[in-house]
């Protein structure tokens, strides 16, 4: 008998190990493509095509080929027809490796080095930055390193506004969410069901009332119903950045911390989330005949009643899309990965 339980508990063990490992290296993959993303986006200004993006996944699998996907990315004929002005230039690579702007400070001091050094002091200089030795290890989940410490160092390097929220850009929401930062639309419920970033929660700040867009009494309850740690950081987004903002500003009164605003918001701003073909989602909801079941799930939507997958009310089916997009595939320069 007591052998029997010792097997069956090693292969529950064995089962369990499986399962975590599978989790462990899905959640790799995922950094990784974001990474790739983000470097197809900042230094070419353009989103990937299927055989750059693939190629680049199967590379960066170390810390040192993440070293070289960057070097390669901004020595690239590509980003160099770009025609950067230093300034531009600094900025970008800046972001390129430390997925931060430069402070103002670091600004003017590269755009003097490189005036007269060139180039390729600011790269050799970023390339050995202690920043991004943590940005690929967070990403590559090598042993040793914190995703929690990885956030923390990101948030200190944001844009603080004067009420003590921070702002960012849809690409850093969608990285910090994809390290485990909660998001939150904070968007009406029809917006939401139209199209929302993937992943995210519907908590309205404003609700709509006969017409017109009333402050949800609620907002700071149906919060602390996903997120009630105070000194834990969340993301809240809106459409165009108006209403994330107030919600960031209620959020401050009430004790959060690290609370994250998407500036640029969902749609119609350049650097939103759906102008920088982001991912999303859409709710399909299975709607009721009968006028009172109607309500309740109207109801239940409001109270985001959502976060109840056993629900027999409120059952979304989602549909996971991007736009669309294809690009000529570039012929791979793989000789700069050996300079």
């Known amino acids: 008998m007591r052998r029997l339980f010792l097997v069956l508990f090693l292969l529950l063990f064995a089962l369990f190990s499986l399962y975590a490992e599978g989790d462990f290296v899905n959640k790799r993959e995922d950094n990784i493509k974001v990474f790739v993303d983000r470097l197809y986006r900042v230094v070419l200004d353009r989103a990937p095509d299927e055989g750059g993006e693939m190629f680049w996944i199967n590379y960066i699998q170390t810390p040192l080929n993440a070293k070289e996907a960057v070097k390669f990315f901004v020595n690239s004929e590509e980003f160099r027809d770009r025609n950067l002005s230093n300034e531009e230039f600094v900025k970008e690579v800046f972001l390129a490796f430390t997925q931060t702007l430069p402070s103002e400070e670091e600004l003017?001091?590269?755009?003097?080095?490189?005036?007269?050094?060139?180039?390729?002091?600011l790269i050799d200089s970023l390339e050995e930055n202690e920043y991004f030795d943590i940005l690929v290890n967070s990403l590559l989940n090598d042993e040793g390193i914190s995703q929690k410490e990885y956030i923390e160092k990101i948030i200190e390097k944001l844009e603080k506004d004067k009420k003590g929220f921070y702002n960012v850009d849809a690409y850093k929401a969608y990285m910090l969410q994809n390290l485990g930062v909660k998001f939150f639309d904070v968007r009406t419920r029809e917006e939401y069901e139209k199209s929302h970033p993937i992943h995210s929660i519907n908590?309205?700040?404003y609700n709509n009332e006969y017409g017109r867009r009333v402050l949800n009494e609620e907002f700071i309850k149906d919060i602390e119903n996903f997120e009630d740690?105070?000194?834990?950081?969340?993301?809240?987004?809106?459409?165009?950045?108006?209403?994330s903002k107030t919600a960031a500003e209620i959020l401050i009164e009430n004790g959060y911390k690290n609370v994250i605003n998407v500036k640029e918001g969902f749609s119609d701003n350049?650097?939103?989330w759906e102008k920088l073909s982001l991912p999303v989602e859409k709710l399909v909801i299975n709607n009721p005949v009968v006028s009172d079941v109607n309500n309740s799930v109207n109801q239940a939507i409001e109270n985001n009643i959502s976060k109840d997958?056993?629900?027999?009310?409120?059952?979304?089916?989602?549909?996971?899309?991007t736009p669309d997009i294809n690009y000529?595939?570039?012929a791979l320069n793989l000789s700069l990965l050996n300079k």
């Open 203 to 205: 908590v309205p700040v």
């Open 229 to 243: 740690n105070r000194t834990d950081p969340l993301i809240v987004m809106c459409a165009h950045g108006h209403r």
């Open 108 to 121: 003017k001091e590269w755009v003097s080095r490189i005036d007269k050094e060139g180039r390729e002091v």
């Open 309 to 321: 997958n056993n629900s027999s009310i409120y059952k979304p089916q989602v549909d996971t899309s």
């Open 270 to 272: 350049p650097g939103s």
């Open 328 to 330: 000529t595939i570039p």
